[in-house]
């Protein structure tokens, strides 16, 4: 999978990029591999431009976050349909979702006007031959194609409707995709011991343990070492991939242990 992630805001510092992270640490717990995570402005041709190299990587599947509102701005549909070489039009199925969705404020939340105006219609002017996807809780449907190869994903960018349309919409699909495979992780950490010394161990845990990647992260200064080391494996079920990095967690303690650190290890 590859997550596009659209918006200035991203870029300038001024939005924290909290899209990416819930994709990717969604998408990884259910078995499915992210490689790649892209920001781009809110420029027709910086979305295309990242849409088509993504495509000749091939990935499963392609994520886009943001751009789908009503306002100038959010021109990812439009980047969509340049990258694929097809013309926006009003997409009746998301029109009516449109319309639903401004029904029901009209009702729940006292909305004086429903009117489709060409700022609401706009939400609904998708790349022809693609398909919307419900939004439970706003107003921007999500958007669908299916490529050669390739699923993209069109999702809004205010998080809690991303969130709402990943979770009822395309993780189902995504654990179609990845069937047994799952993904697992643990932490041990280790004191009194400076990285550039605990690498070599770790890179001898790793050979002796196929499909295991560690990860060092330091959390103190350099001359207080205190590491957290993260061992992650994604296999089939059947596999055990749990004890296998329990298994090198031990590999991985003993060898702290006799070039003088310590290892705090809980399994």
Not at 37 to 62: G, S
Not at 76 to 102: D, F, H, P, Q, S
Not at 209 to 233: C, Q, R
């Amino acid at each position: 999978m590859e997550i596009i992630c659209v918006g200035n805001e991203l870029l300038i510092g001024k939005t924290l990029n909290t899209n990416a992270n819930w994709l990717g640490r969604q998408a990884t717990n259910l078995g499915v591999n992210v490689k790649r995570v892209t920001v781009v402005q809110d420029i027709v041709d910086e979305i295309a431009d990242a849409i088509c190299e993504a495509r000749e990587r091939k990935p499963h599947f392609i994520v886009t976050t943001g751009g789908l509102g009503p306002t100038f701005d959010d021109k990812t549909l439009e980047g969509i349909a340049k990258a694929l070489n097809r013309k926006l039009e009003i997409n009746e199925r998301a029109l009516a979702m449109v319309k639903v969705r401004y029904a029901e404020y009209a009702k729940t939340r006292h909305v004086p006007e429903t009117e489709i105006t060409p700022a609401r219609a706009k939400m609904a002017t998708l790349p022809e031959k693609t398909e919307p996807m419900n939004n439970p809780v706003g107003t921007a449907p999500g958007v669908r194609v299916d490529l050669r190869g390739t699923v993209l994903f069109a999702l809004p960018g205010v998080p809690s409707e991303m969130e709402a349309i990943f979770t009822e919409t395309i993780v189902p699909l995504l654990k179609r995709v990845v069937g047994d495979r799952v993904f697992r992780e643990k932490s041990m950490f280790v004191d009194n011991m400076m990285e550039s010394r605990l690498a070599p161990l770790i890179d001898k845990v790793m050979s002796a343990n196929k499909g295991v990647y560690i990860k060092s992260h330091p959390m103190a200064a350099e001359n207080k070492p205190h590491i957290e080391i993260h061992l992650t494996v994604s296999a089939k079920d059947e596999e055990k991939p749990m004890e296998t990095i329990i298994k090198a967690m031990k590999q991985l303690a003993v060898l702290v242990e006799q070039n003088d650190g310590v290892a705090i290890v809980e399994t």
